[in-house]
């Protein structure tokens, strides 16, 4: 095994795919020669090029839509949104184009487009570039949506991504660009199933589902449950909200008997409330009370780093509630 | 105009034919309550789809409207298949999922007609992207309306075509009427291509019932693009005969104009000039007429007979089976 970042998992994933494709381009604001604010595509410039790394107007509309228009005639395009939250400037190209075309068509085309963005909260960007937008995403009929948490997830999530022949949204997180942990070698072409769960930790008390940066914060709150209370929590991380593996969840929670969902969306109608029906309609009986949910307050994200603090859900937040729930 | 020959414009001529009868036949359809949903004709216009396509290579794209039928026929869609989709049926180019507003022959180049107004264009300039990038060849037109010109996403795509020096062509089809509303309500400038100069491309603005003068201006447009030297954008000033959709009572049109409109009839035009400077019969005019006539009355025929899709097949094609991983 290899130790990466975050960051240069991503980094990796799409030279590797560069490489091994030569129809796989970058197109984005600043992907070019700058390599991004987060170093994201860094030397992937200088390798293969302006003419398959793309740096574009300030357009999100119009970029992601000529992305789709490209996919469906031959190119694989991997397509970078800054922040989550600018994917609100391209929902037509993502909703009404790439995710229908294929159907509207009666399967004249495919639409192999990758889009990946950063968001989640924690690093005092304000209301406007800390939101977790995935779930509006997984309401829609022909996209795929990702949330990988490691440096492994993104490697092999992001391949799968480039890969895969329908539009994939890739949502990464700001928070964790600088996080490393192991990764396989160089040359190992590792990739993950887009639509699996994983469990990151096994216990027998509680299952606890995060999503992205909430991962890291089940862990650590698990470790606390079990040092302090003896509290042995399951700690799944969903890795994919679309196509969501509801079975790797709801067998645990047969084992359990509880439930508790951490995300930094907003609670209505997110992928922690789609989980609770899936649960509830296909293993009503597993459940020995009423599900918990984590999620910050029902307002948008504050600038004011002590006032973040409070609005996301972290560690000791989760083994609160869920001390307070096994009561 | 020395270059056309008759043959062509003999071609040009049947493929205008063609669409007339195509939307003649499915505007009265759907008065019968034979086509569900809405559609969008483009009887008036056909100079504009044919003038354009009759410059294109099978392997060259078009991005269209939700005006498009005349654009699928022009680039060589099957009007079977394009009746059949209409009337939502199983043997549809979409097997009825998509129906008029996406009707669309990607075999042919023609990336379909779209319901997001506006949107061909930045479609049209990723068709471009990879003719440049996989260096085909091909060039892309991306058809659109003066109403579509007032859409962020025109000058989106404008810019980047131009920064990119795609190959490329956007085709204003300024029909007078965006929905229900007239030109001046979308646009303060006299002509859409007088913004060309702002995305540093050549513009023009012809007479887009001179199905001659399209072809010609298209020409050079698309050799330009081939050669590398990136996009155009072409104004067709025209007239669209009916509403913006079937049953549009078109109270937003001035007594008379649709009747004057109509004295210049694309097609009656072209006949002009197949009979004055081609020397052609009008028994061969007449002939063409007939037989393009009775094809789409076959297109309807088949359409009326084909089976309705069923329900088992609701979410086929949502998906592309995986390839690749």
Not at chain 1, 295 to 316: D, H, I
Not at chain 2, 98 to 103: D, L, N, T, V
């Amino acid at each position: 095994m290899a130790k990466l970042k975050y960051y240069q998992a991503f980094n990796r994933a799409l030279r590797e795919e560069m490489v091994r494709d030569e129809d796989v381009i970058v197109m984005g604001e600043d992907v070019g020669e700058s390599g991004g604010i987060f170093a994201q595509t860094r030397g992937l410039h200088a390798e293969f090029g302006g003419t398959r790394v793309r740096d574009t107007p300030i357009a999100e509309n119009g970029f992601v839509s000529a992305a789709v228009g490209a996919a469906m005639t031959g190119l694989r395009p991997v397509v970078e949104i800054g922040f989550e939250d600018f994917l609100t400037c391209c929902m037509d190209p993502l909703v009404n184009q790439a995710a229908k075309l294929r159907y509207m068509l009666g399967g004249q085309v495919s639409v192999p487009l990758t889009v990946y963005t950063f968001g989640s909260g924690g690093v005092n960007a304000g209301p406007q570039h800390s939101q977790s937008l995935g779930a509006w995403f997984a309401q829609v009929p022909g996209l795929k949506v990702v949330t990988p948490s490691t440096p492994r997830d993104v490697l092999g999530l992001f391949k799968s991504a480039i890969r895969d022949d329908n539009p994939v949204l890739c949502l990464f997180a700001k928070r964790l660009i600088g996080s490393s942990g192991e990764v396989p070698e160089d040359g190992a072409d590792f990739t993950l199933p887009i639509g699996r769960s994983e469990v990151r930790r096994e216990g027998g008390d509680i299952t606890i589902v995060g999503v992205s940066t909430m991962v890291r914060a089940a862990l650590s709150a698990a470790e606390s449950l079990a040092e302090d209370n003896g509290i042995e929590a399951e700690v799944i991380d969903v890795m994919s909200l679309s196509p969501l593996d509801s079975d790797t969840i709801i067998a645990s929670v047969k084992r359990t008997g509880q439930l508790c969902i951490v995300h930094e969306a907003h609670a209505p109608c997110g992928i922690g409330a789609e989980i609770i029906a899936r649960v509830v309609e296909q293993a009503h009986g597993a459940l020995k009370a009423a599900p918990l949910r984590i999620t910050p307050p029902f307002a948008p994200s504050p600038f004011a780093p002590v006032l973040e603090k409070a609005y996301l859900p972290n560690a000791a937040r989760i083994a609160d509630e869920i001390r307070a729930l096994l009561a | 105009m020395s270059k056309l020959d008759q043959q062509t414009v003999l071609a040009m001529h049947r493929t205008m034919c063609r669409i007339r009868y195509f939307e003649e036949a499915a505007s009265a359809k759907y008065k019968e309550g034979d086509l569900p949903g809405f559609i969008h004709l483009s009887i008036g216009q056909e100079a504009c789809a044919v003038g354009v396509c009759s410059t294109l290579e099978p392997s060259d794209y078009i991005t269209s409207t939700h005006r498009g039928h005349g654009h699928c026929l022009a680039k060589g869609g099957d009007a079977k298949l394009m009746m059949a989709e209409l009337f939502a049926k199983q043997a549809g180019y979409s097997q009825g999922r998509g129906g008029s507003m996406h009707i669309a022959d990607v075999s042919v180049g023609m990336l379909g007609a779209n319901g997001i107004v506006g949107q061909s264009m930045p479609l049209g300039v990723g068709a471009a992207l990879t003719a440049q990038v996989k260096e085909s060849g091909a060039v892309a037109v991306a058809f659109f309306g003066e109403g579509a010109s007032g859409a962020g996403v025109a000058h989106e795509a404008m810019n980047m075509a131009s920064l990119w020096r795609l190959p490329l062509v956007f085709f204003c089809e300024a029909n007078r009427y965006a929905e229900l509303s007239p030109y001046e309500t979308h646009v303060p400038v006299a002509n859409v291509a007088d913004r060309a100069p702002a995305y540093d491309m050549p513009g023009v603005t012809i007479d887009g019932g001179d199905v001659l003068a399209v072809h010609e201006t298209m020409r050079e447009a698309v050799a330009r693009a081939r050669g590398g030297q990136g996009p155009s954008l072409i104004e067709a000033k025209t007239y669209r005969w009916h509403g913006h959709y079937e049953g549009d009572p078109q109270v937003y049109k001035p007594e008379g104009e649709t009747e004057a409109e109509k004295k210049g009839d694309p097609i009656l035009r072209v006949e002009a000039v197949l009979k004055e400077r081609f020397g052609v019969a009008e028994a061969a005019l007449t002939a063409a007429h007939a037989e393009e006539k009775a094809a789409i009355a076959d297109a309807v025929t088949f359409a009326e007979q084909a089976p309705d899709p069923t329900p088992d097949g609701l979410t086929a094609n949502v998906y592309a089976e995986m390839g690749g991983v």
